[in-house]
């Protein structure tokens, strides 16, 4: 069994995810235009009338901006926590009754043959959830707009095989940086944003419970460099005794566009 994901577009402009396998496929978030998702899918050889559903982390419109239409356009079913919906539904421009599913944090369901769980993480929105999906033994955990590292959260990704992970930003660009104070306030709390140093610790835990690729995303356009985001990480990774390219691998998701096609087997080679 092989479980493949791509990530579409991860940073503060827009995120969508595309994960999948032989009998099925879904979305979590659609953060940039339809069009343009649906572009990108194109490219690794999916139609959007293909999709089983959209899964949504949380309301902010760089996660929900082609929800609606993509939605409406191609007849998908999209999944959201209660919260999610009450803050988001009217941002949606209008989603079908039936396709309207609510869902709960830890409860799994199956959609397009994979398993799959939310689970709560701390940040400034309604109900936002990560995701968890499973295929077999294999399993893909997104964990992004975090802002800090609780054992709630690392728990419910432990075991993953691969972890789409938030490195948001470097404390001293964002400190330093132009966003007004009461912004800077925001993405440093408790329900911000992860910074890349937390990112590197968290990492290092994913590690030790099983995590052989990690994938940083969500970072800043103004706050964060890719390369800055990799080597923290890699500097944590590597003082823990982690070998990169034979115990586990980092990369950083594009802003704009397809990072990459991956796959999850049962275990990794």
Sequence with gaps: MELRFSPLFSGSSGNSLYAGCDGGHLL???????ARIVAELRKIGISPAQLSGVLVTHEHIDHIRGV?????????????????????????????????????????????GMNITAFDIP????????????????????????????????????????????SNY????????PYPYALKQRILGRRGHLANDDAGRAAVALVRHGARRIILGHLSKENNFPALAEKSC????????????????????????LTGMFSVR????
């Design 68 to 112: 609606g239409v993509l939605s409406r356009k191609y007849d998908l079913p999209v999944f959201a926590t209660e919260g999610t919906w009450a803050a988001m539904e009217d941002k949606l421009g209008g989603v079908a009754m039936k396709n309207m599913r609510v869902l709960e944090p830890m409860e799994d369901f199956y959609l397009g």
């Design 266 to 269: 049962m275990a990794f080679a």
């Design 170 to 177: 470097d404390p001293d660009m964002l400190r330093a940086g």
């Design 234 to 257: 890699a500097l944590a990774l590597e003082e823990e005794g982690v070998r990169l390219g034979e115990d586990a691998e980092i990369c950083v998701a594009n802003r704009d566009g």
């Design 123 to 166: 940040h400034d929105a309604a109900q936002p959830v990560g995701y968890s999906i499973a295929l077999g033994g294999a399993r893909l955990s997104v964990a992004t707009d975090i802002g800090c590292v609780r054992d709630s959260w690392m728990n419910a990704v432990a075991g993953s095989d691969a972890v789409v992970l938030e």
């Design 28 to 34: 979590i978030d659609a953060g940039v235009s339809c």
